[in-house]
């Protein structure tokens, strides 16, 4: 069981700048992969960006080049640097842990944290 913990979200205008931090109970070492998603109002869940456990970043298309996701395997803890935000960056954004097995994948989630862009 992997619990996570989002944090550093909050309001911010058109143009600016949040990182926001998930804290995993587990060491991120053993996880395949972390990420990051996120959910606007009436839409449904989407991938923003992953980490694998060898450092190998992916990115939605709508956020190459503005987000920055990395990972603090010390601290068991991943980030998303989102700069030049924009009001459709509004959503609450979820952390996520992949862990895969012989069987399945297995999904663990945060309890989300919303950033809201002013325009």
């Known amino acids: 069981q992997v619990q996570l913990v989002e944090s550093g979200g909050g309001l911010v205008q058109a143009g600016g700048s949040l990182r926001l931090s998930c804290a995993a109970s587990a060491s991120i070492t053993n996880i395949d992969a972390m990420g990051w998603y996120r959910q606007a109002p009436g839409k449904q869940r989407e991938f923003v960006a992953q980490?694998?456990?060898?450092?190998?970043?992916n990115y939605a298309d709508s956020v190459k080049g503005r987000f920055t996701i990395s990972r603090d395997n010390a601290k068991n803890t991943v980030y998303l640097q989102m700069n030049s935000l924009k009001p459709e960056d509004t959503a609450d954004y979820y952390c996520?842990?992949?862990?895969?097995?012989?069987?399945?994948?297995?999904?663990?989630w945060g309890q989300g944290t919303q950033v809201t862009v002013s325009s």
């Open positions: 996520n842990a992949l862990i895969h097995s012989v069987y399945r994948d297995i999904n663990y």
């Open positions: 980490v694998t456990r060898r450092d190998s970043t």
